[in-house]
């Protein structure tokens, strides 16, 4: 395969609250996404990062008794540091109070008002004053005046605005639904920006008065930029798209358009509809695909501080520590809302799901193997091959079967269809007990004149567990290293479609037992 650039992103993350398992899932499903893109062979730029601009933070820091900047910069470096705990491999961190950012996004809004994209207007509508977000008559109506997100009653406001011509894109934004029917995903999210397409889509306004907490619009410094604006624009300042001269432009501009914006399902608007139809003003081309997931919802309820099932950085850390990293990233990616419904978090379902899945399918077939082969075969790997020898079990052609994996596992990854290219990987695993299950090399084991059958049977399962272990790398990195090492097989450096290939597991080559992830009680 040809080498090409992969870029994926996640929302950049208000600093007026803390991280939470949110953040980390939609993040972990970017590092799931990025490793296996890496591990293909493709150039890969992952990003994330810090909103901080908007009214939230100045009231968040007012509260706090901190300047913005203080509390961004406290929280931002919060934002920064689960990165590293979580073992998430992302390229650059993008802060929106950062002099290159706020540089490049006043070139882009100057830009629009040259082109008349961006005029000066007066708005009335209603506005939701946590969201920082206006609605028009027909979804307020529906919403019954109030919040979907806090409950709060939304309030009548006009404003003297600069305004984005966002009607002007209907027709363009039509067509982009219509053409490209996978640029919203999952469909049923897709279907939804659809239906609001019916209420005619209104002009957006895209400055503020009433606070001064962000980027001053060009020529007019009683506007500040709207907090979406400035913040959306990340996914291109971040490859220095407006400003040619910079590093970031040199390095990073050919990576636009990204592959993956990922997000959760109550951001879509902005970027299903008002993202595109910025760049089209801008003549950039459009990303391939906005990926917006559900939502994490805990023991049954929306996760709520008051009621106590609140899963913040804390509790993340509590699993960790009680399963293991990879236990946890498993469990979020396999588990979580990634489809067109939310996912519930419950303690007793993690911990079934470790057993089922990790304990007694990933942890019991590798160490099972390994310790038939130091018992049987002094932990050398036997030849697969020997004259006649090459056991074929009905149902069993392993070189084909593993070849078929990686295909399903390479279009699925590539497709953001992490849940389906896991499941690819742990099919051959469940496989390989079946299969061992079924020629009983234990019995085998028991008769002399076996020996050659035995190898080939344990060489068959050695190698399709090193096959399975690297599909299953971008989810548990660790055990997976940790399995390889153990097998002296290689580490996968962006070739596995060489690397998985049948036959990779050296006969000779050393075997130590694993143990991967111990029962938890
Ligand atoms: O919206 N389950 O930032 P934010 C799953 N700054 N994912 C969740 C979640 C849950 N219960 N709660 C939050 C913002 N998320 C803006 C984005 S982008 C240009 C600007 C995740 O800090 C999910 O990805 O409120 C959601 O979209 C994001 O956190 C919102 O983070």
Same mark, same amino acid.
């Given at each position: 395969m040809s080498k090409q650039t992969r870029y994926v992103t996640t929302p950049i993350y208000y600093v007026n609250d803390r991280p939470h398992i949110g953040h980390v899932y939609t993040t972990t499903l970017c590092d799931v996404y990025a490793r296996a893109m890496r591990s293909v062979g493709h150039d890969v730029f992952f990003l994330t990062g810090t909103d901080e601009h908007g009214v939230k933070v100045e009231q968040s820091a007012l509260e706090k008794g901190m300047t913005p900047q203080a509390l961004a910069d406290q929280n931002s470096a919060e934002f920064q540091s689960i990165m590293g705990m979580f073992n998430l491999t992302s390229d650059a961190f993008i802060r929106t109070t950062s002099s290159e950012h706020t540089k490049q996004v006043q070139t882009f809004v100057a830009k629009l008002l040259e082109r008349g994209d961006v005029y000066l207007g007066t708005f009335e509508g209603w506005y939701d004053e946590g969201q920082e977000e206006y609605h028009t008559e027909t979804s307020a109506r529906e919403l019954e005046y109030k919040?979907?997100?806090?409950?709060?009653?939304?309030?009548?406001?006009?404003?003297?605005?600069?305004?984005?011509?966002?009607?002007?894109?209907?027709?363009?934004?039509?067509?982009?639904?219509?053409?490209?029917?996978?640029?919203?995903?999952?469909?049923?999210?897709?279907?939804?920006?659809?239906?609001?397409?019916?209420?005619?889509?209104?002009?957006?306004?895209?400055?503020?008065?009433?606070?001064?907490?962000?980027?001053?619009?060009?020529?007019?410094?009683? %506007? +500040? =930029?709207?907090?979406? @604006?400035?913040?959306?624009?990340?996914? #291109?300042?971040?490859?220095? $798209?407006?400003?040619?001269?910079?590093?970031?432009?040199?390095?990073?501009?050919?990576?636009?358009?990204?592959?993956? %914006? +990922? =997000?959760?399902?109550? @951001?879509?608007?902005?970027?299903?509809? #008002?993202?595109?139809?910025? $760049?089209?003003?801008?003549?950039?081309?459009?990303?391939?695909?906005?990926?917006?997931h559900s939502f994490w919802i805990s023991e049954g309820k929306k996760m709520s501080k008051s009621l106590g099932n609140f899963i913040d950085l804390a509790t993340v850390e509590s699993y960790i520590e009680k399963y293991n990293m990879d236990a946890w990233r498993y469990y979020l990616v396999t588990q979580g809302p990634l489809g067109a419904t939310d996912a519930d978090f419950v303690a007793t379902r993690f911990q079934e799901i470790y057993n089922a899945h990790l304990v007694n399918t990933v942890g019991n077939s590798t160490s099972r193997v390994t310790a038939m082969l130091n018992k049987y075969f002094d932990g050398v790997v036997p030849p697969e091959v020997d004259g006649e020898t090459r056991v074929e079990v009905t149902g069993f052609d392993w070189p084909t079967k593993c070849e078929a994996a990686l295909l399903q596992w390479t279009s699925a990854m590539e497709a953001f269809e992490l849940t389906k290219a896991t499941e690819e990987a742990m099919g051959l695993i469940r496989d390989v007990d079946l299969f061992i299950n079924d020629t009983a090399p234990f019995t085998l084991a028991k008769d002399e004149s076996k020996q050659k059958e035995l190898g080939a049977i344990l060489y068959q399962c050695i190698e399709t567990l090193r096959i399975a272990m690297l599909l299953l790398s971008p989810v548990i990195p660790s055990k997976t290293e940790e399995f390889l090492v153990a097998i002296q097989a290689d580490l996968c450096i962006g070739n596995i479609q060489e690397l998985a290939r049948w036959g990779g597991a050296q006969p000779g080559s050393s075997v130590s037992k694993v143990a991967l992830f111990p029962r938890v009680k």
């Amino acid at each position: 395969m040809s080498k090409q650039t992969r870029y994926v992103t996640t929302p950049i993350y208000y600093v007026n609250d803390r991280p939470h398992i949110g953040h980390v899932y939609t993040t972990t499903l970017c590092d799931v996404y990025a490793r296996a893109m890496r591990s293909v062979g493709h150039d890969v730029f992952f990003l994330t990062g810090t909103d901080e601009h908007g009214v939230k933070v100045e009231q968040s820091a007012l509260e706090k008794g901190m300047t913005p900047q203080a509390l961004a910069d406290q929280n931002s470096a919060e934002f920064q540091s689960i990165m590293g705990m979580f073992n998430l491999t992302s390229d650059a961190f993008i802060r929106t109070t950062s002099s290159e950012h706020t540089k490049q996004v006043q070139t882009f809004v100057a830009k629009l008002l040259e082109r008349g994209d961006v005029y000066l207007g007066t708005f009335e509508g209603w506005y939701d004053e946590g969201q920082e977000e206006y609605h028009t008559e027909t979804s307020a109506r529906e919403l019954e005046y109030k919040s979907p997100i806090s409950g709060k009653p939304l309030v009548r406001a006009t404003e003297n605005n600069y305004y984005f011509k966002l009607s002007a894109y209907q027709g363009r934004l039509e067509q982009l639904f219509e053409t490209n029917p996978a640029f919203v995903r999952p469909s049923s999210r897709r279907n939804e920006v659809l239906g609001r397409f019916a209420d005619g889509l209104q002009d957006v306004p895209i400055s503020r008065t009433n606070f001064s907490w962000g980027i001053p619009m060009p020529s007019n410094d009683e %506007h +500040v =930029i709207y907090v979406w @604006i400035d913040a959306l624009f990340n996914y #291109i300042t971040a490859l220095g $798209l407006g400003d040619h001269a910079s590093d970031w432009y040199k390095e990073r501009s050919e990576f636009w358009p990204a592959s993956y %914006h +990922v =997000i959760g399902k109550e @951001i879509l608007w902005f970027h299903a509809v #008002i993202w595109p139809a910025v $760049l089209m003003a801008l003549e950039l081309p459009l990303p391939n695909c906005i990926y917006a997931h559900s939502f994490w919802i805990s023991e049954g309820k929306k996760m709520s501080k008051s009621l106590g099932n609140f899963i913040d950085l804390a509790t993340v850390e509590s699993y960790i520590e009680k399963y293991n990293m990879d236990a946890w990233r498993y469990y979020l990616v396999t588990q979580g809302p990634l489809g067109a419904t939310d996912a519930d978090f419950v303690a007793t379902r993690f911990q079934e799901i470790y057993n089922a899945h990790l304990v007694n399918t990933v942890g019991n077939s590798t160490s099972r193997v390994t310790a038939m082969l130091n018992k049987y075969f002094d932990g050398v790997v036997p030849p697969e091959v020997d004259g006649e020898t090459r056991v074929e079990v009905t149902g069993f052609d392993w070189p084909t079967k593993c070849e078929a994996a990686l295909l399903q596992w390479t279009s699925a990854m590539e497709a953001f269809e992490l849940t389906k290219a896991t499941e690819e990987a742990m099919g051959l695993i469940r496989d390989v007990d079946l299969f061992i299950n079924d020629t009983a090399p234990f019995t085998l084991a028991k008769d002399e004149s076996k020996q050659k059958e035995l190898g080939a049977i344990l060489y068959q399962c050695i190698e399709t567990l090193r096959i399975a272990m690297l599909l299953l790398s971008p989810v548990i990195p660790s055990k997976t290293e940790e399995f390889l090492v153990a097998i002296q097989a290689d580490l996968c450096i962006g070739n596995i479609q060489e690397l998985a290939r049948w036959g990779g597991a050296q006969p000779g080559s050393s075997v130590s037992k694993v143990a991967l992830f111990p029962r938890v009680k």
